[in-house]
């Protein structure tokens, strides 16, 4: 089903490039935005470097034509562009350091339909643990992590977004989360802790 | 420190399934950013819908609509669509066959739409049923003009959309209604006068219904009673039992008819308000 969709999406964007252009946002928006929410850890970021994602991608599809289009894997092409808007962001950032990272989880976006106030505080405390040692995580493996486990990737895409070998990719989303697991676990301890 | 126990009880999950969870925290800021890209990069409104999530008395609905029409509606509890309740992706991908726009998701609902819902009068809303069939649109045309808190039954509906159709193809349609609510197909009835709910289950026409002051107890005795209409012995006046002009008839002064014929063969004429048949 989703090769099907790919196919109808590539025709489109191959037959008539804004309406094309409007599915492509259609489908992939959320994917591309969560990706960079979760290796940007704030929302303004994510958005920001959203917009110029989609907007590089538009302006290459302009550029690209129909047989191009009609080959592009999309998700995979979007996640490059993303991945590369993020790097370069992160070089100007080191240059011209403004501010700590902020972490940001905006839980009014989802603290409805949770079961009860308590269930939903852990819920909170622990999303918001992963989230804060998500950002901790080395950029090396924070966006594959990412790209693999909240965008939800498969390995040959997320190869094709690093321009990596797939048992590279392996290797490093699995070194990451091991990583994660250690950033996570003195946390864990703590909380256990005050909570006795 | 804690037992062992303690840990493995509040463990949630392993890693990778939280990270996932991730991934689908941020819709909602994802979906105004859609439309936001969308917007940046310039793509003229014409080439795209855009659609809400409301509350109905029967849930969720969600409507799409271009900058002039609503284009297609569907309720989270609509059993057409195989699972339930219909997630907002699901709608997106049913509007994208039915109308072949895409729709984005944004917070502002069209002018009307809001207070339509709130008291059930959607008869002058701008709705596009232009890519549908003539007969289907003229049938689905009649139906908007049942008013809120009243039932019509299908071959009504047949006459006043100028359809030789029997009832049962009459139901057909209102079963693909691609407008639910809006085009309030929960006020059909089958020639019996039992609700069709063709489109959704029973509790989701009654809940609709009951928040036009329809009690559903009330719909279903007089679809399972022998009397399809309803005449006032002041007047000489007979009416759908749902019209307004029906319920202000006194109970003393109420008689039961069958059919349109016992009505006339009784001196009674139809009512110009609900236009029940003629004999």
Known sequence: ?196 | MKPDGEQTSRSPGPLESRLAELGQGGATTAEHFALRVLRRTGIPHTRYDTYVRLETAAGGLYVAFNSHAITMSVLESDSRQGQRPVTAERFEELHRRRVGRSAIPTEKPLAGLRPALRTGRSRHLPIDLSTLPAAERAVLEAVRAIPPGQLRPASWIAREAAQQMRAEAVIGVLAHNPVTVLVPCHRATDDNGAPCDAAYPHETGDALRHAEGMDPAAVRQWAQGDATLLGSTTTRIYCHPTCAHARRITPARRVPFRTPGDARRAGYRACKSCRPAAA
């Not at chain 1, 403004?98 to 989880?105: F, I, K, L, T």
């Not at chain 1, 308590?118 to 918001?128: G, I």
């Not at chain 1, 040692?133 to 992590?145: D, G, T």
Request: with cysteine; net charge neutral.
């Open chain 1, 1 to 196: 089903m989703m090769d099907d969709e790919t196919e109808q999406l590539t025709e489109l964007l191959a037959a008539d490039l804004d309406d094309g252009f409007t599915e492509l946002v259609r489908v992939h928006a959320r994917g591309v935005h969560a990706f960079l929410l979760r290796v940007a850890g704030s929302a303004a970021e994510a958005d920001d470097l959203g917009q110029e994602t989609f907007l590089r991608a538009y302006t290459a599809l302009r550029g690209y034509s129909g047989d191009r289009r009609r080959a592009l894997r999309p998700r995979a092409w979007l996640l490059t562009i993303a991945a590369n808007v993020w790097r370069n962001h992160v070089r100007t950032s080191v240059r011209r350091p403004v501010s700590a990272m902020r972490v940001e989880d905006a839980e009014d976006m989802w603290s409805d339909a949770r079961p009860g106030p308590e269930e939903r505080a852990t819920a909170v405390e622990d999303r918001h643990r992963l989230v804060a040692a998500l950002s901790q995580l080395p950029e090396l493996y924070r966006v594959p992590v990412v790209l693999r486990h909240v965008v939800g990737l498969s390995y040959a895409e997320l190869a094709e977004v690093q321009d990596c070998p797939v048992g590279t990719a392996k290797a490093q989303v699995s070194r990451g989360l091991g990583h994660l697991r250690r950033l996570l676990g003195p946390h864990e301890a703590e909380r256990k802790k005050v909570a006795m």
